[in-house]
């Protein structure tokens, strides 16, 4: 990988570490922040649907448009709206004010992570795709272990403060992009069709995208997406319901989802992707991760528990970049609208898992694992059936009334 290259993929990864770490020092705040308003429960799990929501809506419009426009002037929208949100937090003194925050922070920042993904697909070839979308993940995986202990420590003295520190730093991370990111807006894959950005969003060419090989991955996306969060939604009741661990031992397992998504999605998932193929690595990960749910389950104590956690981290948090790799491929001229199709159906997992998780949890304790488990065997089995190596599809079984692409087999 070129030094140019890395410089760009160091900007992106900032960039996303900055989003992240203001969506994680939220989390410790934001229940405090209701009930200094005088709000509730009710409204807690209001603000995290909306937020979701929004990225599910707003994620592919954004992707789009960075077809259109360029990745460059998106992803700074993105991060400049982002920066705005978190500076209306720290001002807020109405309830009211949190809910335009919070929706305002959802439909900006949702340019972000569709743009950057999209950016290394213009930039990188396939080979090396995994790695720097490994790379991404880790960015953001470091943001969610770092946010919420800053946001705990910032806010000792005041509630506001998390959110003008957060707001500050995402004014330098617009700054790095703005002066050293070049666009990737001119790069051969954009440049070689005819086709317009813009056909993307008729029927004909969203069918042949959710009916052929790319609807596979985007249900595994949700598969993962809503077996994930069968777990990151419900474990801290879970440990607490069946072992009474404490607080610090809470704790200790964020930290080693964390810690674990990290070094699978910085260091290892490059390599594997490279000598595997995304894949492989994609089904992989889907049948050890359901292992993994079943070693949760079977775990009875602290230190079992967070070997178990790890083990199950591990696999999952290399699916996610394999499966983002293998969805560059047939991107062509749509990198950003399909990537924020990406990111819709992440977030609708995001949405509807918890819920379900919630719902089923308080049935039985043990139900939002095994519900996890079985969700990502049918993922593994449906990427057995649907998902063939790359050289084995044919791009013009895509085709249809309109005029597609001829390698990637989009419009």
């Given at each position: 990988?070129?030094?140019?290259?890395?410089?760009n993929?160091?900007?992106?990864g900032?960039?996303?570490?900055?989003?992240?770490?203001?969506?994680?020092?939220?989390?410790?705040?934001?229940?405090?922040?209701?009930?200094?308003l005088?709000?509730?429960g009710?409204?807690?799990?209001m603000?995290?649907?909306?937020?979701a929501?929004?990225?599910?809506?707003?994620?592919?419009?954004?992707?789009?448009?960075s077809?259109r426009v360029g990745?460059?002037?998106?992803?700074?929208?993105?991060?400049?709206?982002?920066?705005?949100?978190m500076?209306?937090?720290?001002?807020?003194?109405?309830?009211?004010?949190?809910?335009?925050?919070?929706?305002?922070?959802?439909?900006?920042?949702?340019?972000a992570l569709?743009?950057?993904?999209a950016?290394?697909?213009?930039?990188l070839?396939?080979?090396?795709?995994?790695?720097?979308?490994?790379?991404?993940?880790?960015?953001?995986?470091?943001?969610?272990?770092l946010g919420?202990?800053?946001?705990?420590?910032l806010?000792t003295?005041?509630?506001?403060?998390?959110?003008?520190?957060?707001?500050?730093?995402?004014?330098?991370?617009?700054?790095?992009?703005?002066l050293?990111?070049?666009?990737?807006?001119?790069?051969?894959?954009?440049?070689?069709?005819?086709?317009?950005?813009?056909?993307?969003w008729r029927?004909g060419?969203?069918?042949?995208?959710l009916?052929?090989?790319t609807g596979?991955?985007?249900?595994?996306?949700?598969?993962l997406?809503?077996g994930?969060?069968?777990f990151?939604?419900i474990?801290?009741?879970?440990?607490?319901?069946?072992?009474?661990?404490?607080?610090?031992?809470v704790g200790?397992?964020?930290?080693?989802?964390?810690?674990?998504?990290?070094?699978?999605?910085?260091?290892?998932?490059?390599?594997?992707?490279?000598?595997?193929?995304?894949v492989?690595?994609?089904?992989l990960?889907?049948?050890?991760?359901?292992?993994?749910?079943?070693?949760?389950?079977?775990?009875?104590?602290?230190?079992?528990f967070?070997?178990a956690t790890?083990?199950?981290t591990?696999?999952?948090?290399?699916?996610?970049?394999?499966?983002?790799?293998?969805?560059?491929?047939f991107?062509g001229?749509?990198?950003?609208?399909?990537?924020?199709?990406?990111?819709?159906?992440a977030s609708?997992?995001?949405?509807i898992?918890?819920?379900?998780?919630?719902?089923?949890?308080d049935v039985?304790?043990?139900?939002?694992?095994?519900?996890?488990?079985?969700?990502l065997?049918?993922?593994?089995?449906?990427s057995?059936?649907?998902?063939?190596?790359?050289?084995a599809?044919?791009?013009?079984?895509?085709?249809?009334?309109?005029?597609?692409?001829?390698?990637t087999?989009?419009?």
């Open positions: 990988m070129k030094i140019l290259e890395r410089k993929i160091l900007i992106l900032f960039t996303l570490l900055v989003v992240m770490l203001g969506y994680g020092m939220i989390q410790p705040i934001l229940p405090f922040l209701i009930t200094s005088g709000a509730g009710r409204d807690l799990g603000l995290t649907s909306v937020y929501a929004m990225q599910l809506v707003f994620a592919p419009i954004w992707g789009s448009l077809d990745r460059k002037p998106i992803l700074m929208v993105g991060v400049l709206g982002y920066a705005a949100a500076f209306v937090f720290g001002l807020t003194t109405r309830i009211w004010m949190l809910y335009l925050a919070r929706t305002f922070s959802g439909v900006l920042s949702s340019a569709p743009t950057a993904m950016y290394i697909s213009d930039n070839p396939e080979k090396e795709r995994g790695g720097a979308m490994g790379q991404l993940g880790a960015a953001v995986g470091l943001g969610v272990v919420p202990m800053l946001g705990g420590l806010s003295d005041s509630l506001s403060m998390p959110f003008f520190i957060g707001s500050g730093l995402a004014l330098v991370a617009l700054l790095l992009v703005y050293l990111l070049p666009e990737s807006h001119g790069t051969p894959a954009r440049t070689s069709s005819a086709a317009k950005p813009a056909n993307f029927w060419p969203l069918k042949q995208i009916f052929g090989p596979v991955l985007m249900l595994l996306i949700f598969i997406s809503f994930m969060t069968n990151q939604g474990v801290g009741l879970y440990v607490v319901d069946k072992f009474a661990f404490d607080t610090r031992q200790a397992i964020w930290m080693v989802i964390g810690s674990v998504m990290i070094l699978g999605q910085g260091v290892l998932t490059g390599p594997l992707t490279k000598r595997l193929g995304d492989t690595v994609i089904r990960g889907l049948f050890v991760g359901a292992a993994g749910f079943g070693s949760l389950l079977l775990a009875n104590g602290f230190g079992l967070l070997v790890g083990f199950f591990l696999a999952v948090a290399l699916i996610g970049p394999a499966m983002n790799s293998y969805l560059s491929a991107g001229v749509h990198q950003g609208a399909l990537m924020g199709l990406n990111t819709a159906f609708l997992g995001r949405v898992g918890p819920l379900w998780a919630g719902f089923i949890f039985n304790i043990a139900f939002p694992f095994i519900s996890g488990m079985v969700t065997i049918l993922g593994s089995i449906f057995l059936v649907g998902l063939k190596k790359r050289a599809i044919n791009p013009s079984v895509l085709q249809a009334k309109d005029k597609f692409d001829t390698k087999g989009l419009p």
